[in-house]
């Protein structure tokens, strides 16, 4: 039976975003130390500045990232994961580790799928 209020539902719409949880490991691999937003997207390759952004402000939202905004011209803005937010880098981890694992044989499995779909 679908339960709209599962948890673990709720939690994988809130970080399963390839932003997300890439936004978690940049902080993870800072931690303790802050990380301005420059910096963080820099080490994210391909992310947007308006997407890095949102995935920011989800993470704050959610207390997983504390943001701490520095009084100067422009302003400097630092971001640190929160003790729940580094509590969720082991099991972001063991989810990367999987992937490379596995993602072969996934890409692999498609592979032969769309193969079979092509020749009916």
Sequence with gaps: M?????KTRRLLDRIGTKWMSMAVKVLA????DEVRFAE????MTGVSQKMLSVTLQGLARDGL???RVEASVPPRVYYRLTPLGLSL?????AVRAWAEEHMAEIDRANERSRESADQL
């Design 89 to 93: 880098e082991g099991p972001l981890a």
């Design 2 to 6: 679908f339960d709209p209020g599962c």
């Design 29 to 32: 691999e800072a931690s303790p």
């Design 40 to 43: 963080l997207q820099r080490r």
């Design 65 to 67: 990232v504390e943001r």
